[in-house]
């Protein structure tokens, strides 16, 4: 199994900056893809930003320019530079990644627990 725990939500002011963490643990040998998605209240979840094991990134529209994924794979942690940020970004983040348990085994998904990032006009 693998657990994923993010950190550093909160309240912010808009035009401030907050920094996601999500640092995966347990059962890897590697992983793949990681991303950030977030979901507002009555919203359906969506995609923010995602990175590969090689650094490839790509970010929804409404966050390019203000956002930036990074990964430390090391650490097996991810994590989401949010700057500028505006009341639209108001949402739970959840991070994910794309695990491999065991070297030759499928990649499996895991999902974090989620943190709240409100941002007040």
């Known amino acids: 199994q693998v657990q994923l725990v993010e950190s550093g939500g909160g309240l912010v002011q808009a035009g401030g900056s907050l920094r996601l963490s999500c640092a995966a643990s347990g059962s890897i040998f590697s992983i793949n893809v990681m991303g950030w998605y977030r979901q507002a209240p009555g919203k359906q979840r969506e995609l923010v930003a995602r990175?590969?094991?090689?650094?490839?990134?790509n970010y929804a529209d409404s966050v390019k320019g203000r956002f930036t994924i990074s990964r430390d794979n090391a650490k097996n942690t991810v994590y989401l530079q949010m700057n500028s940020l505006k009341p639209e970004d108001t949402a739970v983040y959840y991070c994910?990644?794309?695990?491999?348990?065991?070297?030759?085994?499928?990649?499996?998904?895991?999902w974090g627990q989620g943190t709240q990032v409100t941002v007040s006009s």
């Open positions: 990175i590969t094991s090689g650094d490839s990134t």
């Open positions: 994910n990644a794309d695990v491999i348990n065991v070297r030759g085994w499928a990649p499996s998904l895991y």
